[in-house]
């Protein structure tokens, strides 16, 4: 009987606490600059794009949470050195890769003041899609799951969101072997809109 109403009373407190705090839920797009490091691609930063919808949980007068949902393509090239790392791979010339994910950011917001907040936390991606077999036998060449952090500013006017962050890779993405490691890295630059 205790442990039923100790769990009443918590879910009362959740139920009231959700309630008192600011809710907002909107939608993004945006730019994203990127590229994978490692010796098998190019070292230059490609053009992407993403986009999908954000919820803005306030926490207090100074803290949020603001899990995001996004569709992410990012797009590279690969390197003269590809085949010399896997000779018995495709290619033998330079090929560009497009890799979609599906991305759920979840950023802690601090808000420095009215307009201006600072984000940060992680981020889980899945990919669900990549334009090219970089491996002979059809075996994908990058794995399913990718985690990184991100960091970056928001300036918020009405309900506009104006926003720019970076996104540095942690997980190895080269599923062929452990002879090169594929670390994503992104600058995204974009706009949201809160509707509620």
């Not at 009405?158 to 926003?163: K, Q």
Request: aromatic residues 12%.
């Amino acid at each position: 009987m205790k442990i039923k109403l100790l769990f009443l009373a918590m879910a009362v407190l959740i139920f009231s606490t959700a309630r008192a705090q600011s809710i907002h839920l909107g939608i993004k797009v945006g730019t994203n600059i990127n590229k994978i490091s490692g010796k098998s691609f190019s070292d230059q930063f490609n053009y992407g794009y993403h986009l999908g919808a954000f919820t803005e949980i306030g926490l207090g007068s100074k803290f949020a949470i603001q899990p995001e949902v996004l569709f992410n393509q990012i797009n590279t090239d690969t390197s003269s050195l590809f085949s010399k790392i896997y000779t018995s791979l495709n290619p033998n010339k330079i090929l560009n890769i497009k890799l979609s994910y599906l991305s759920i950011p979840v950023l802690l917001d601090y808000k420095v003041n009215k307009f201006f907040t600072i984000q940060a936390g992680p981020q889980f991606g899945i990919l669900i899609s990549q334009n090219e077999k970089l491996v002979q036998n059809g075996k994908d060449a990058f794995r399913k799951g990718d985690f990184s952090m991100l960091a970056g500013v928001q300036l918020k006017i009405a309900h506009f969101r104006i926003y720019g962050r970076y996104a540095i890779g942690l997980t190895n993405i080269n599923d062929i072997d452990t002879k090169d490691l594929w670390k994503s890295q992104s600058f995204q630059l974009g706009i949201g809109f809160a509707f509620l």
